[in-house]
């Protein structure tokens, strides 16, 4: 596992709508590597990989944007208010520093109220989102030469390796970038290339409502299309049998269903497949509530795409001390290249028939 490039993609920057510097950064891993590189009116990027046929072609998505705030009102003392760019469990915010985005960055932390000089009503409710504020250290008149409303937040977390796994903001989603960019890489360093056309997605305002992934799905129409994100790990004590989802070091996640998705059935199987001949450690993946990409690239498709998705378990999912094992990490790469050179070995057709893979080429 290349912990640096991982570490790099985890600590970038990139709310909602403001993907600035994971784009850039994605920009350069991606040029040596791609046939063309273009950023769309939103801000996807997308890295086409000529491929051995185009008469299909493959859409792999990975969202680069990562949960955050947006100004909303500085007051009187210099305090930011803020809205939420994406989903957050209030009370993980608790103490947590985070960066503002103005005219140059600021360090700022985020408080609430104190529970000393709560009364007691207040002290039984958990804070909403909008309950914090960030402070910054610094007049009002120091904040408005540099900060806007408007202006976007992110979390400030290093990445530290923890026994067999990685800790560190925003696995969600840059584990999934990391996933498509060795992918990608270790195509290209065999001397091989997809079965097909690929066009490799890093999409924008993911966590918002999916929506580069609706941009770029209407321009590329593909024939199979992959999402590559998180899931939950519910591993943790407490947890119920059914209510795991998946479990750390236990492989790579094949998706079967989510809040936004019937995986399509074929590509579940050509997964379990690729993963069994392969001996990657895979385990299947049911998601009661969220969603990923595949939810847009699948639907936005004439006639639909054949869709699947690739997960990396990780646990506190949505908060600064994401966790992900190392296993499970180079799963993901491991069966998503697989993918990518094996989709002429399968049968896609919606007949019931027992289906197994074709011979690899040269075996």
Same mark, same amino acid.
């Given at each position: 596992?290349?912990?640096?490039?991982?570490?790099?993609?985890?600590?970038?920057?990139?709310?909602? &709508?403001?993907?600035?510097? #994971?784009?850039?950064?994605?920009?350069?891993?991606?040029?040596?590597?791609?046939?063309?590189?273009?950023?769309?009116?939103?801000?996807?990027?997308?890295?086409?990989?000529?491929? !051995?046929?185009?008469? =299909?072609?493959?859409?792999?998505?990975?969202?680069?944007?990562?949960?955050?705030?947006?100004?909303?009102?500085?007051?009187?003392?210099?305090? #930011?208010?803020?809205?939420?760019?994406?989903?957050?469990?209030?009370?993980?915010?608790?103490?947590?520093?985070?960066?503002?985005?103005? *005219?140059?960055?600021?360090?700022?932390?985020?408080?609430?109220?104190?529970?000393?000089?709560?009364?007691?009503?207040?002290?039984? =409710?958990?804070?909403?989102?909008?309950?914090?504020? $960030?402070?910054?250290?610094?007049?009002?008149?120091?904040?408005?030469?540099?900060?806007? $409303?408007?202006?976007?937040?992110? !979390?400030?977390?290093?990445?530290?390796?923890?026994?067999?796994? $990685?800790?560190?903001?925003?696995?969600?989603?840059?584990?999934?970038?990391?996933?498509?960019?060795?992918?990608?890489?270790?195509?290209?360093?065999?001397?091989?290339?997809?079965?097909?056309?690929? +066009?490799?997605?890093?999409?924008?305002?993911?966590?918002?409502?999916?929506?580069?992934?609706?941009?770029?799905?209407? @321009?590329? %129409?593909?024939?199979?299309?992959?999402?590559?994100?998180?899931?939950?790990?519910?591993?943790?004590?407490?947890?119920?049998?059914?209510?795991?989802?998946?479990?750390? &070091?236990?492989?790579?996640? #094949?998706?079967? +269903?989510?809040?936004?998705? #019937?995986?399509?059935?074929?590509?579940?199987?050509?997964?379990?497949?690729?993963?069994?001949?392969?001996?990657?450690?895979? %385990?299947?993946?049911?998601?009661?509530?969220?969603?990923?990409?595949?939810?847009?690239? %699948? =639907?936005?498709?004439?006639?639909?795409?054949?869709?699947?998705?690739?997960?990396?378990?990780? !646990?506190?999912?949505?908060?600064?001390?994401?966790?992900?094992?190392?296993?499970?990490? %180079?799963?993901?790469?491991?069966?998503?290249? @697989?993918?990518?050179?094996?989709?002429?070995?399968?049968?896609?057709?919606? *007949?019931?028939?027992?289906?197994?893979?074709?011979? *690899?080429?040269? @075996?």
């Amino acid at each position: 596992m290349n912990v640096k490039l991982f570490k790099d993609l985890c600590e970038a920057t990139g709310a909602p &709508g403001f993907e600035y510097g #994971i784009r850039d950064l994605i920009i350069s891993e991606m040029t040596p590597l791609a046939d063309e590189i273009s950023v769309d009116n939103i801000g996807n990027v997308t890295a086409l990989i000529k491929g !051995r046929s185009s008469e =299909k072609s493959i859409m792999c998505a990975a969202h680069m944007d990562e949960i955050g705030f947006i100004v909303r009102h500085i007051d009187d003392n210099g305090f #930011i208010r803020i809205l939420p760019l994406g989903g957050f469990d209030a009370k993980t915010l608790t103490a947590q520093r985070v960066m503002v985005h103005g *005219k140059k960055d600021l360090p700022g932390c985020m408080g609430v109220k104190p529970i000393h000089v709560m009364s007691p009503e207040e002290r039984t =409710k958990m804070p909403a989102v909008t309950d914090y504020v $960030v402070d910054l250290g610094l007049p009002k008149d120091e904040v408005v030469k540099y900060v806007s $409303v408007g202006d976007s937040i992110t !979390r400030v977390s290093d990445l530290v390796e923890m026994g067999d796994c $990685v800790n560190v903001k925003s696995i969600d989603n840059r584990g999934g970038c990391y996933m498509l960019i060795e992918a990608v890489r270790a195509i290209i360093a065999s001397g091989n290339r997809p079965d097909y056309d690929l +066009y490799a997605v890093f999409s924008v305002q993911e966590e918002v409502g999916l929506r580069g992934a609706h941009a770029a799905t209407l @321009a590329i %129409q593909p024939t199979f299309a992959f999402a590559l994100d998180v899931t939950i790990a519910f591993d943790t004590p407490g947890s119920a049998a059914h209510d795991k989802c998946t479990e750390l &070091g236990k492989g790579t996640a #094949i998706k079967v +269903y989510d809040g936004t998705l #019937i995986t399509d059935p074929r590509m579940v199987k050509f997964m379990t497949a690729l993963a069994e001949e392969g001996e990657i450690p895979h %385990q299947l993946e049911l998601l009661a509530a969220g969603g990923t990409d595949a939810g847009a690239m %699948q =639907k936005f498709t004439g006639g639909g795409s054949i869709c699947g998705a690739i997960s990396i378990p990780v !646990r506190n999912v949505h908060q600064s001390i994401e966790m992900a094992h190392k296993v499970d990490i %180079q799963a993901s790469v491991d069966l998503l290249t @697989a993918c990518f050179t094996s989709l002429s070995r399968w049968d896609w057709s919606w *007949k019931q028939a027992e289906r197994t893979l074709a011979p *690899k080429q040269g @075996a």
